[in-house]
């Protein structure tokens, strides 16, 4: 059973930063392309960013300059680290593969960014 368990969204102003988790279970995470989605209220659920197996990177142009993802195998985690956030940054944010799998989804971690 795969299970991808996000952390680390919280309540932050604008210009501040988070670093996100995704812990990943069931699945050979080595070999799968990984990437982060958000969705934010009243709009469809977008990738953000992804990484490679290879290490190789994409961002949306949305978060380009700001955000970082990377991986680290061992502990089959992936990891976002959003800078100079903005509100528009507001979002449940969700880790799956890439393509995603609407069976990996899991419950996401709230980032509120706000004065």
């Known amino acids: 059973q795969v299970q991808l368990v996000e952390s680390g969204g919280g309540l932050v102003q604008p210009g501040g930063s988070l670093r996100l988790s995704c812990v990943a279970s069931?699945?050979?995470?080595?070999?799968?392309?990984m990437g982060w989605y958000r969705q934010a209220p009243g709009k469809e659920r977008e990738l953000v960013a992804s990484?490679?197996?290879?290490?190789?990177?994409n961002y949306a142009d949305s978060v380009k300059g700001r955000f970082t993802i990377s991986r680290d195998n061992a502990k089959t985690t992936v990891y976002l680290q959003m800078n100079s956030l903005k509100p528009e940054d507001t979002a449940i944010y969700y880790c799956?593969?890439?393509?995603?799998?609407?069976?990996?989804w899991g419950q996401g971690t709230q980032v509120t960014v706000s004065a």
């Open positions: 069931g699945i050979i995470f080595s070999i799968n392309h």
């Open positions: 990484i490679f197996p290879s290490g190789f990177r």
């Open positions: 799956n593969t890439v393509p995603y799998k609407n069976d990996y």
